[in-house]
């Protein structure tokens, strides 16, 4: 059984910046391209970006391209986001979810972000 | 950008037909998938590649997608059905969810 538990979260100034991280167990993690997704409070999941096995690949939602970058350390079975140059609308919760054949099979309980002054 | 359109909400009694569509361009062409999500809890895939359920879902969960359409049926709908349901489908490499459905059950 897969484990993804995010972590990082926390309250930041607009404009500022945060790195969250999720850590994986219980499967080969390398093998799996992972994703990010927030959920805004009330609202609907929004796909974040994704990552492929080796870190070559990465895709990105257009509202935070050139601001957040995603990435993944395969020896530590972790998984990352940095967000910088942060806005009010990208509070949410963001969850980790691991990819299988363009599904999400697994998710995280996800870590809260929130952006207020 | 690609857009997946759901009706906001669908009311259901208990053993009946729940149906939720997903509407967006060619979707047919895609795959479609479907997640369940409880307040305060994570989402949960229920269908994958249109149809596929995985395991511990229940047989009442079944997909299918064709034309601009993909849609969830829930046969026997039960109470413990009650949840917000989201389609999902990838366009040029980036991940696409749809506008989300309440299912409630009464």
């Known amino acids: 059984e897969v484990q993804l538990v995010e972590s990082g979260g926390g309250l930041v100034q607009p404009g500022g910046s945060l790195r969250i991280s999720c850590a994986a167990s219980?499967?080969?993690?390398?093998?799996?391209?992972m994703s990010w997704v927030r959920q805004a409070p009330g609202k609907g999941l929004e796909w974040v970006a994704n990552?492929?096995?080796?870190?070559?690949?990465?895709y990105y939602v257009d509202s935070v391209k050139g601001r957040f970058t995603i990435s993944r350390d395969n020896a530590k079975n972790s998984l990352y986001l940095q967000m910088n140059s942060l806005r009010a609308e990208d509070t949410a919760v963001y969850y980790c979810?691991?990819?299988?054949?363009?599904?999400?099979?697994?998710w995280g309980q996800g870590t809260v972000v929130t952006v207020s002054s | 950008s690609y857009e997946l359109t759901q009706p906001p909400s669908v009311s259901v009694s208990p053993g009946q037909t729940a149906s939720i569509t997903c509407s967006g361009d060619?979707?047919?062409?895609?795959?479609a998938c479907w997640y369940q999500q409880k307040p305060g809890q994570s989402p949960v895939l229920v269908i994958y590649?249109?149809?596929k359920r995985p395991s511990g879902i229940p047989e009442r969960f079944s997909g299918s997608n064709s034309g601009n359409t993909a849609t969830l049926t829930i046969s026997g709908t039960q109470t413990m059905d009650e949840a917000d349901y989201y389609c999902?489908?990838?366009?040029?490499?980036?991940?696409?969810f749809g506008t989300g459905t309440k299912v409630t059950v009464l």
């Open positions: 219980g499967s080969t993690f390398s093998n799996y391209w």
């Open positions: 979810a691991l990819e299988s054949f363009k599904h999400f099979d697994y």
């Open positions: 060619k979707l047919g062409d895609k795959y």
């Open positions: 590649q249109d149809t």
């Open positions: 999902q489908a990838w366009d040029s490499s980036t991940g696409v």
């Open positions: 990552i492929k096995q080796d870190g070559s690949e990465k």
